[in-house]
């Protein structure tokens, strides 16, 4: 399994464009208007924006490089707040499949049970809050960093 190695995140125009490439790919890092992140974008805003880059993150892609468009979700996965947020949802979600019965966790994917149903349903949720509450670590770098240069 690949994961997305991403160097540089643009907003122009009300499109996203992310420089990346896959980590078993040798070709250099292109650019690339992404067109999900980009309705996200303009039907959520900056806030959906992160939420989702956050959700990425965390499930199949990594921040490579140094470029200043990464430091704000690099600030926001990394904090220390972060690692409690996950950790929050995280034994939510693992409390609740681990009270399921042993025949539900045998269907969550093929044939699901209602319960089955129920727990994916809940995890989607939980991990929604969760890239969202994470999230919000972006604008609070916007704001440190805002009035820092209002200083100087």
Not at 30 to 42: F, I, K, N, P, T
Not at 46 to 62: P, S, T, V
Not at 127 to 148: F, L, N, P, T
């Amino acid at each position: 399994m690949s994961t997305e190695l991403i160097n540089h995140i643009t907003v122009k125009k009300d499109v996203v464009y992310l420089s990346s490439h896959s980590s078993n790919d040798t070709a250099p890092f292109h650019s690339w208007r992404c067109s999900g992140l980009s309705e996200v974008y303009d039907a959520e805003g900056q806030k959906g924006l992160d939420r989702e880059i956050i959700r990425m993150l965390y499930e199949y892609a990594q921040l490579r490089g140094s470029h200043k468009s990464l430091d704000r979700y690099r600030y926001a996965k990394d904090s220390p707040e972060a690692l409690a947020i996950y950790k929050k949802y995280s034994d939510q979600i693992e409390l609740r499949y681990e009270g399921m019965e042993k025949a539900d966790k045998d269907n969550l994917w093929g044939h699901p049970t209602e319960k089955a149903k129920e727990y994916r349903q809940f995890e989607s949720d939980m991990r929604d809050k969760m890239y969202s509450e994470i999230a919000v670590k972006c604008g609070e770098y916007d704001r440190k960093h805002r009035s820092r240069d209002l200083e100087r």
